[in-house]
């Protein structure tokens, strides 16, 4: 229906900006040591967790589970999980046509501050 309603010209844009912006927040996750990039960023799908000071791989798994929970009930956004390779990470999917790099940036912040606040809690 999408397609169909704003033409493939359209669609096509829009899937490109996804992909653009995917690869922005993808830099930005690389760009801060508390951060760690899962996967490849080659559509709009950003895998990546928050490591802060490290921990077993069970400790990580807890604290990126925390994070999103309290991410997803605070109404920001709403990031999902998934194991990639054994290893536990966030999921952003960027397919919403109302996203904005600002949005993005929000996340990120959110996750940071989620992960700076519990990381003594498991670690």
């Given amino acids: 229906m999408s397609l169909r309603e704003q033409g493939v010209d359209a669609f096509g844009a829009l899937v490109d900006q996804h992909i653009d912006m995917a690869q922005t927040f993808a830099a930005h996750v690389c760009a801060d040591p508390r951060l760690e990039l899962m996967a490849p960023v080659a559509i709009n799908i950003v895998c990546f967790r928050y490591r802060g000071r490290g921990g077993s791989e069970d400790d990580l798994r807890a604290l990126n589970t925390e994070i999103m929970l309290r991410i997803q009930e605070s109404g920001v ?29 929000r996340l990120l912040a959110e996750v940071l501050r989620h992960g700076a606040a519990l990381q003594a809690s498991f670690f």
């Fill in 77 to 105: 956004a709403v990031p999902t999980d998934t194991t990639l390779n054994g290893r536990h990470s966030l999921r952003a999917a960027i397919n919403n046509h109302r996203t904005r790099p600002e949005d993005l940036d």
